[in-house]
């Protein structure tokens, strides 16, 4: 048995010394979508209709491209905390939990990476 | 259910859908998560979108067909009033991180606001889409 108290035992450790960072990120990526995303639909309503050229005129604003990489790496960075909380409360098996989380974890990478990557190949192409 | 390996076997585990009474509230909140794993799963064509944007004139006009055509319409009509719908209720979720409108009527009254300005900032966005269109 211990003689450390309850409270002694847990003080200044999260569950990993990080207990509120998913939490925080959650928030901040929230914060951050929420002009973004309002950004993002209004461009898109006003390129409708527009051909490639159009288009890519506007990605390579440097602006625009700026904010479409942001944007990315906050949605995925985002979603993938969210589908993680979602997959924790319904997943009730160990293994499925553990590989559904690393499926939407690594789909989220790739994801992004291919989204900024083809960002970059207009901003940056001829 | 499988049956964790610890020694609480029959532990309660979260959010129990069929026990609930449903209520304006409670489903305010099961639709902000279905609405997020619908955005989740709509970022899947919007990276489509950017990848064929990237690959040239071609690539771009048949992402662009296909999105025009009326499953895309559909598709991307309903990834708009998920949008909208995450966008508002998340600011309402962020107020109450904040501490603010916990108040069973504040709750109700935000929660129409929410569905209010959904409702209107799709329609909107949809009408001018097609009018600049």
């Known amino acids: ?126 | 259910m499988t049956t964790p390996t610890s020694a609480a076997p029959s532990r309660p585990l979260s959010p129990h859908l069929g026990i609930y009474r449903w209520q304006w509230t409670m489903a305010l909140s099961i639709l902000h998560r279905a609405t997020g794993i619908v955005l989740a799963a709509g970022t899947v064509l919007l990276v489509y979108w950017l990848w064929s944007a990237a690959g040239g004139p071609e690539s771009h006009a048949r992402a662009q067909a296909l999105i025009a055509g009326w499953f895309g319409r559909l598709c991307l009509f309903g990834w708009t009033v998920a949008l909208f719908y995450h966008l508002f209720n998340g600011i309402r979720h962020l107020a109450w991180d904040a501490g603010k409108g916990f108040e069973l009527r504040t709750a109700y009254v935000s929660g129409m606001a929410v569905v209010a300005a959904t409702i209107t900032a799709s329609v909107l966005a949809w009408v001018i889409g097609y009018m600049v269109k």
């Open chain 1, 1 to 126: 048995m211990s003689y450390r108290s309850p409270l002694g035992k847990v003080r200044g450790l999260g569950s990993a010394k990080d207990g509120t960072h998913h939490w925080w990120m959650q928030r901040l990526t929230a914060l951050a979508l929420i002009p973004l995303a309002i950004w993002f639909v209004v461009s898109v309503v006003a390129l409708l209709g527009q051909n490639h050229a159009a288009f890519a005129a506007w990605v390579k604003n440097p602006l625009s491209a700026t904010l479409l990489i942001l944007l990315i790496a906050a949605t995925f960075h985002h979603a993938q905390l969210g589908v993680q909380v979602v997959i924790e409360d319904y997943v009730h098996g160990e293994g499925a939990k553990l590989a559904a989380i690393i499926l939407v974890k690594g789909a989220a990478l790739v994801l992004a990476g291919i989204g900024i990557v083809s960002v970059l190949r207009i901003a940056f192409g001829g």
